[in-house]
């Protein structure tokens, strides 16, 4: 079992930052692949970004050269830094863990894009 909670959401301006994080209740080494979603109001949940343990990253195409996903195995901790938002990044970020054929989610945190 593990906790993820994801915190630093918040309302920004199109073209602001903000610096997402995932605290892991328990080390992050044995995660094979660390991935944040997000879903929007009426819409389905998409991926955004993933990080393997030798750290291999991919990005949905919405959001190449504007985010980069890092991770600290040693805080136990994933990050999501976002540039250049815009107002369709407005939804709930998820962080999201995989072990063993388990999947582990986080509360979800708000960021909203105000043009």
């Known amino acids: 079992q593990v906790q993820l909670v994801e915190s630093g959401g918040g309302l920004v301006q199109a073209g602001g930052s903000l610096r997402l994080s995932c605290a892991a209740s328990r080390s992050i080494a044995s995660f094979r692949d660390m991935r944040w979603y997000r879903q929007a109001p009426g819409k389905q949940r998409d991926l955004v970004a993933s990080?393997?343990?030798?750290?291999?990253?991919y990005y949905a195409d919405f959001v190449k050269g504007r985010f980069t996903i890092s991770r600290d195995n040693a805080a136990n901790t994933m990050y999501l830094q976002m540039n250049s938002l815009k107002p369709e990044d407005t939804a709930v970020y998820y962080c999201n863990a995989e072990e063993l054929g388990v999947n582990y989610w986080g509360q979800g945190t708000q960021v909203t894009v105000s043009s």
């Open positions: 990080i393997g343990s030798i750290p291999i990253t």
